[in-house]
């Protein structure tokens, strides 16, 4: 990747996005190698920990208000998918650039094994595009408000949630109207009236939900509600829809965490293919 490593902060505690991605297949093996899970809560790295840590304390009801205020009226920018991927290769991290691989290759390799099992056209594309998100760091965000996983605020903190007592220091912990299971919405209102802790899930989902299928945009939304897809929390805020929404997510999920071990891809060979996808969907240019 270009430019100057980026050094962990008191805001960005993690080495690179990745870090926290890593720590998800830890706490979410591959099912072949469930045998060898370990107890991240003794064994994570430290910047993970202050990483949830952050999260926790800050993703409060009014910060997520605010920051779809900021962002969901998507006038920072107007560019391409394509030119988005190339704008998200920009984020510097501190990976060894000889054994890590940048942020097209890493979301053409979620893709291509998408592609390699043979699913419709716009899951592939789903595939590719699900973190282009992430950008928000590009625009100042913290890394803490674009990545982890995400849930809903306004309501009881699940304690399916990792580090679950960090929520102590949030100030909706002391607010009794957001400390019953449904909180401030009614029961079985469904996610999508729902407001979802702030980061690259919900921010992409607003940019690209005029143009992908319902299937798709579930899981770009979802993606990070670990919670929910690999816990069984917040069945209370739920419709029936959102079930059927979240077994695409589930199906989706695999791709997302295991497909990382693969062989790079070839971006300048696969580009064209990818370009013609993205047009199948999407106009030259988006606001963001």
Not at 11 to 29: G, I, K, V
Not at 181 to 207: F, I, Q, R
Request: with cysteine; hydrophobic share 35%; proline share 7%.
């Amino acid at each position: 990747m270009s430019g100057q490593p980026r050094k962990p902060s008191e805001t960005n505690p993690l080495a690179d996005l990745d870090e926290w991605e890593d720590f998800l297949l830890e706490r979410y093996p591959e099912p072949e190698k469930a045998d060898a899970f370990r107890d991240y809560g003794d064994n994570v790295r430290p910047g993970v920990r202050e990483f949830y840590r952050l999260n926790h304390t800050h993703q409060t009801f009014e910060f997520v208000r605010a920051k779809e205020d900021e962002f969901l009226g998507k006038s920072r920018r107007k560019m391409g998918i394509w030119e988005a991927m190339e704008f998200l290769n920009t984020l510097v991290d501190d990976s060894d650039p000889d054994t890590e691989l940048t942020q097209i290759e890493h979301l053409m390799q979620t893709a291509e094994a998408v592609r390699a099992d043979g699913h419709p056209r716009w899951f592939i594309l789903t595939g590719l595009i699900h973190d282009l998100g992430k950008i928000l760091c590009l625009w100042g965000e913290p890394q803490w408000a674009v990545v982890g996983d995400t849930f809903p605020v306004g309501c009881r903190y699940s304690d399916k949630i990792v580090f679950h007592d960090y929520f102590d220091a949030n100030p909706d912990s002391k607010n009794p109207e957001y400390q019953t299971p449904t909180g401030v919405y009614e029961p079985n209102c469904g996610l999508d009236k729902v407001h979802m802790s702030w980061g690259h899930d919900e921010y992409l989902y607003h940019v690209v939900k005029d143009y992908l299928p319902d299937e798709a945009l579930a899981m770009i939304r979802y993606h990070s509600f670990y919670p929910a897809h690999r816990e069984g929390a917040y069945a209370e805020l739920m419709s029936e829809d959102d079930q059927r929404k979240l077994a695409w997510v589930r199906k989706f999920n695999p791709y997302d965490l295991y497909s990382k071990g693969e062989a790079p891809p070839d971006v300048a060979k696969l580009k064209p293919f990818y370009q013609e996808l993205i047009a199948e969907y999407f106009p030259a240019q988006i606001d963001w």
